[in-house]
């Protein structure tokens, strides 16, 4: 099958804000195996079939942050769509897709940080973040791998009415 031939996998993103209006992100486990190390990124996951994407976007954050305390501030009307890189083709993602179609949500994490939990990941998830941190939207965008550069840009055109600290 072609590169273009190859379908993209549904997935829902989600943009967690602080009281602040600092924006949740963590670095990937597996940077070291893709060769884009030292990236950053917002929780992101596949959507099981007949899934809610809702509800895909909550059981997505709980599994890779355990965060579970959030209320739900806007939901992107378009999905956002990328390509992985040639070289990543048929490597990542299982190998069967050419990219992502993502739903993404931005949420308020209303709870208290200890709720954050990468190392022991809920429903036995692989961990997909070694570390985390609250980021500014230039933070974010600085450190997010080049092939998901294009999908920040327009998420954050998007919600560009809702309070993140630039």
Not at 49 to 72: N, P, W
Not at 78 to 102: C, F, H, N, S
Not at 146 to 154: N, T
Request: hydrophobic share 40%; with cysteine; aromatic share 12%.
């Amino acid at each position: 099958m072609t590169h273009t031939a190859m379908p993209y996998r549904p997935n829902v993103g989600i943009i967690v804000l602080n009281a602040e209006g600092k924006i949740w992100i963590g670095q990937r486990c597996d940077a070291q195996s893709t060769g884009y190390v030292d990236f950053w990124q917002m929780p992101q996951g596949g959507i099981d079939a007949g899934e809610d994407v809702l509800l895909a976007a909550k059981r997505e954050l709980q599994e890779e942050t355990g965060i579970t305390s959030v209320e739900l501030l806007y939901e992107v009307p378009q999905w956002i769509t990328y390509d992985l890189p040639p070289e990543l083709v048929g490597k990542a993602l299982k190998g069967k897709y050419r990219g992502q179609t993502q739903k993404w949500f931005v949420f308020r994490f209303t709870g208290d940080e200890s709720e954050i939990n990468i190392e022991t990941p809920m429903n036995g998830a692989h961990q997909e973040f070694s570390r985390w941190q609250w980021a500014t939207r230039a933070q974010v965008m600085a450190g997010v791998v080049p092939f998901k550069v294009g999908v920040y840009e327009q998420l954050f055109a998007a919600v560009q009415d809702i309070e993140i600290i630039e």
